[in-house]
C-alpha cells in the first residue's frame, strides 16, 4: 500500500488566476458530481512544468518565465 505523504506550502497567486482555479473546481465538480481541490489542480501544474526541458538559470523573474514558456500574457 502507497503512504501518500505531502507536505504543506502556502502560495500567493493573482485573484484573477486564483478565480480561474475556483471555476476549475466548479466546472469538475458539476461535470463529474466531485470536485477536484485547488492543490491537486496546482501539483498537476508543477509537474507538467517538470516535464519541460528549462533552463532555470535562464529564469531571472515571473515575466522571463512566462517569456521562456512563450505565456506571454
Not at 478565480?19 to 461535470?31: D, G, P
Not at 491537486?40 to 538559470?57: D, G, R, W
Amino acid at each position: 500500500m502507497k503512504i501518500d505523504k505531502k507536505e504543506q506550502i502556502n502560495i500567493r497567486i493573482d485573484p484573477e488566476l486564483n478565480e480561474r482555479l475556483n471555476e476549475v473546481v466548479r466546472i469538475t465538480k458539476r461535470v463529474n458530481k466531485k470536485k477536484i481541490k485547488k492543490e491537486i489542480i496546482v501539483e498537476t501544474a508543477i509537474l507538467l512544468l517538470k516535464t519541460t526541458k528549462l533552463n532555470f538559470f535562464e529564469i531571472k523573474n515571473k515575466e522571463s518565465l512566462l517569456e521562456i514558456l512563450g505565456l506571454n500574457i
